[in-house]
């Protein structure tokens, strides 16, 4: 686990670096290697690089936060490449069972509010895949994982992202709300 949480580091390192380097064009996700296949997530909106921590997690059921032993306290840190609908999120974080998990996932947000000049808030859903869930009855080291996105982007080079998780029975999943930090650079 400690090799995968290193070789994440430098994905987002990586990311980081040529985010804003001279190739990086500002409406391509990806600067000039954006593939073609990706040209349809372009917006007019410039593609900003994020630095993302989580900052607050809180389950819905009470009870069970007691009963299953689980973390509200998850720290960790991942990149997000947004341009205000679409978000690309990579990270690694210390999940409620106290487990070190690895994400990546889609982000889509196309209700927005421009409430001012320098900020907006837009509203979706985000989907990928989360390991680090392996003392679940299933077992599986890698698992679907969704949810509502709420995000807040400024030009002040601060924003807030809520994730909000339904608790889902049928597959053991409690219900919570998140919140990540984000820093641009």
């Not at 430098?10 to 990706?38: C, M, R, Y």
């Not at 409430?115 to 299933?138: E, M, P």
């Not at 909000?164 to 919140?179: N, S, Y």
């Amino acid at each position: 686990m400690k090799k995968i949480l290193k070789l994440v580091c430098k994905a987002i390192l990586a990311l980081g670096i040529t985010s804003n380097g001279v190739q990086a064009a500002d409406h391509q996700a990806f600067g000039e290697a954006t593939p073609a296949w990706l040209q349809g997530m372009n917006t007019d909106q410039a593609w900003k690089t994020w630095a993302v921590a989580p900052v607050m997690t809180r389950h819905f059921d009470r009870q069970a936060v007691i009963d299953d032993n689980l973390s509200e306290s998850n720290p960790g840190i991942g990149i997000e490449r947004s341009n205000g609908r679409w978000h690309w999120m990579l990270g690694a974080y210390r999940n409620s069972l106290r487990d070190p998990s690895i994400y990546a996932q889609l982000g889509w947000t196309p209700l927005q509010w421009q409430f001012s000049d320098k900020a907006s808030l837009s509203l979706g859903a985000a989907a990928g895949l989360v390991s680090g869930y392996q003392n679940t009855d299933k077992g599986y080291p890698i698992v679907p994982a969704g949810g509502f996105l709420v995000s807040l982007e400024t030009d002040y080079h601060l924003g807030l992202n809520l994730f909000i998780v339904p608790t889902i029975q049928a597959v053991d999943v409690e219900g919570f709300v998140a919140a990540q930090l984000k820093i641009g650079f």
